[in-house]
């Protein structure tokens, strides 16, 4: 069994999910590695924080450092010296945001590499081909992702030609040790949502993602979706809800029983000296935190907090001493994956919903970030 | 005794330096950290590479963060976390290349702030505060530093302000548990150069440094420098050189008699990508390595060689992430310690000799970088 679940609270749940380079304990948060790497964290330092999975961007991978170089290290995971489990995504998204389009057909997409304007050609088949070659121990499906729209047909269109994709993905991604992800489409249209779910049912795949959130759209919005489809995903598979979000995003996504996470919230955040507690958001450039010898979080116990002071911090920022940079990352990532870890335990012992409140309270100016 | 020779090989000589945070092994190489820390790299990773001293700059951190801030950490070890010795300059090499300067008076210098352009004062009084604040294992003693010049007479007169400066500086160090080291000036002018050292061994200080070199002059004039004052330098105090250099130059200096260093070379080539080996340089950057899944050097033991391919510090060089300048730079460190330490050895050995040919043959295009 890949994915088992070990104890229900309403629709939240604790899994342990079983990959090639070993297990995921469920809800979990995937740091983003967009060129396979944390930015400034060594795969130990990662390690050392207790992340048990990250992922990587096959749209970066795929055009640099590029295929010949991943396959001489045998895979992703020899290249950046990671042992644990990969997650990649379809390159779907960034082919759609990054890149000059050239055609979009149903075969594939056509466009210029934001890198040295090359002619690519990314489709379903490519995709699955570069996460094979990558050895990523989930991949994703290959998607068609709209920027925000509430234009019904143009996302019935879309998500209809994201699952033919998805279908297409199935059928040459062949017999991998590896899983692969749908990825449900539909927009903020819950007909189209449930649509779209049902297709890739029928397909049948190892876990299933929402997609196409976080684009623009409401908190409202992207919670009304989050909390009517998750509980109508497949019980017995992993639910990713794709680039989100927010400690308070995650928690309420929990509460609809999704299982996985990512999001470069932490880490850019980090980088640009947001830095989270169970106090709420420090911005460590404030002059107020020039003089203060207190740690970040008194009660967080990370390599940062327990060795550096808040003052000390912020003289790395000011100075944009990358030092400073690694360590707010260090301590975001372990914030995010204490995090994680507290909703695990609220889990097991039916206190979630405390945990939940208690977030809300002291995070109730987060999202002004 | 704070300073005891254990062995000696013709000029050269095997030392330990007892200070007040621990024992430097000579002879070594001191780390420079700008801003109190080695750029990229935490204390425990330094440590972990084999540091025993870091040099951190006297200016840079009076003008930020300020003494009121270190203070309030107790000391430089406190505020950066480092527990091991700590050696400042004195600011007078800053002062005279990176502001704009008002006034050089008998008492000290009027210049400008180059971050916020504050009227600041700086003096052999004024720095001596400034070193005892930060807590300096090592003060060097305030001098005026000239740009590259062959003209005696303002050479002399320099030189003469210096050691007036020096004998200031000595007077107001007080006494402390922490050493103060004379700086022996005089340009190119072996003269000038053996009448600062007497006039310096006359006031007595607990080290002896050769200042004002690698200034733009020529290799032959600055060895000539080095190894015809070295040998006349206190015996039995220990020898800096500062601001020096490549692998070469060091063993060129050892072999006169010189048991301290200091450079940006090993830290500032790391993140332009000129990783040091046994056998030469490699530069990473260069498209021959974008495939080669050999570490940087197969006979170093770092923790970049030992998990990271050649390739991959390639590919992080090229997409500018700061991961690949940590990496850089603990590999061109442990790799400057480990050359400290096989000087160690072999002047125990009585091989020198031989350990500075094989270098100098597989250097012998070093200084073109």
Redesign the interface.
Known sequence: MTFSIKKNYNLSRIGELKLSHGIVQTPNFMPVGT?G?V??????VLKSIGCQIKLANTFHLWL??GL??IK??KDLHN???WDKPILTDSGGFQVFSLSKLSKVTKEGVYFRSPINGDRCFLSPEKSMEIQTVLGSDIAMIFDECLPYTTDIDATKKSMELSNYWAYKSKKSFGNSANKLFGIIQGGFHFDLRKESLKALNEIGFDGYALGGLSVGESKKEMYEIVNSIAPLMPIDRPRYLMGVGTPLDILEAVKSGIDLFDCVIPTRNARNGFLYTTKGIVKIRNSKY??D?DPVDESCECYTCN???K??LH??Q??K???G???NTIHNLSFYLDLMKKIRSSIQENSFNTLHETFKLNYSNHDKI
């Open positions: 060129y790497v930015k400034g964290l060594s795969s130990d640099s450092p010949e170089i001489k290290h290249f950046t010296n020039a003089i010898i060795n550096f002071t003052s000390f003289y790395l000011k100075r001493e990358m030092l940079a690694q360590l």
